[in-house]
């Protein structure tokens, strides 16, 4: 066990390169990211009655989160753990729908500021808090943004999922936010 965790505390080391190059302002290092902002979150149905294809939808707006998790392997490139989260009211009752994931960014300047886009792939989620349902599914996201300073992001993501089969119907969330997120190195 202890030689396991002194492997993975220096893969670590080696992985991500030093945090003195964050300090002197370059993306390095581990990140936390923390944010906020506005979403739209989009509930889909698919499927057929009476052998003919029926699809309905409905968007609510509401608060926009993002969290990230993870470390740069370059300074052009970033690997994390995300979560991207809408919180909404429908019908009276407070639900989220987002998703979990792992993901990449890819930058066009070494240093910011700078132009990105990323990816994820991981498990997307809708819950209705007050009843506590929650259905769960494998979904992507597409993210753009820019790295306006060392430590600020402005991020335009979309993601979908299909979250669920009720009584025939295909159950697919989508996403879409603008977040504002602080980024510590």
């Not at 965790?5 to 003195?20: H, K, N, R, Y």
């Not at 370059?26 to 923390?34: K, T």
């Not at 470390?71 to 995300?82: C, I, K, P, T, Y």
């Not at 809708?126 to 993210?143: Q, R, W, Y």
């Amino acid at each position: 066990m202890r030689k396991t965790v002194i492997l993975l505390i220096l893969g670590a080391m080696t992985l991500f390169p030093m945090q003195s190059k964050a300090m002197r302002g370059d993306r390095a290092g581990f990140v936390l990211g923390l944010g906020a902002g506005l979403g739209s979150a989009e509930i889909r149905l698919d499927g057929k009655v009476d052998g003919e294809d029926v699809s309905g939808s409905d968007s609510q707006n509401g608060l926009a989160t993002v969290f990230k998790l993870g470390g740069s392997v370059h300074d052009n490139v970033e690997l994390f753990l995300s979560n991207r989260t809408v919180f909404f009211t429908f019908e009276d009752d407070m639900y989220f729908q987002g998703m979990s994931a792992i993901g990449v960014a890819c930058y066009v300047e070494e240093d910011s500021p700078s132009l990105f886009l990323g990816f994820e792939l991981g498990v997307g989620t809708l819950m209705n808090f007050e009843a506590s349902e929650t259905d769960s599914g494998i979904g992507g996201a597409i993210v753009a943004g820019f790295a306006l300073g060392n430590q600020w992001v402005a991020e335009l993501s979309f993601l979908r999922a299909g979250v669920a089969k009720i009584d025939g119907f295909d159950v697919s969330i989508n996403n879409l936010s603008l977040t504002v997120s602080r980024n510590l190195y």
